[in-house]
């Protein structure tokens, strides 16, 4: 992909599968303050990506794949990120776009996408 348009990995501090899927909307719904994942508990509901979150990312110039932290860990096996992460990859390396600490002062789908926008047009750290 080209600087204009990135590849972003958005990585949940969460696992795959549909045990792990249940257990999480459980944990969001009874317990949203312990659930240790900022980037589900922003651009998820109960069960289902949010639709403002859909909409940003369908018109973002950008290549977007998300990972849970198990297919995460298997597909980069070197990677060391706090979880949960927005990483852009560029040339087989990643770099933070969007940190855990970061997510985790963000509250909504409106405050993300500006401060997803702000890191895309800023020059690429690495």
């Known amino acids: 992909m080209t600087a204009e348009h990135p590849h972003l990995l958005m990585v949940y501090n969460a696992d795959g599968g549909v045990f792990a899927m249940v257990s999480d909307a459980v944990h969001k719904v009874l317990s949203p303050d312990t659930y240790p994942c900022s980037l589900c508990m922003i651009t998820y509901g109960a069960v289902s990506m949010k639709r403002e979150w859909r909409v940003y990312l369908e018109r973002l110039p950008a290549r977007v794949t998300f990972h849970h932290r198990d297919d995460f860990a298997a597909a980069w096996p070197g990677a060391r990120f706090e979880l ?6 560029s040339g087989g390396q990643l770099s933070m776009l969007v940190s855990a600490s970061e997510l985790d002062a963000v509250e909504t789908v ?17």
Not at 84 to 89: A, D, H, Q, S
Not at 112 to 126: E, F, K, M, N, T
Request: glycine share 0%.
């Open 84 to 89: 949960p992460v927005i990483l852009r990859e």
């Open 110 to 126: 409106e405050q993300l996408s500006a401060l997803v926008d702000a890191r895309l047009a800023q020059p690429q750290r690495v």
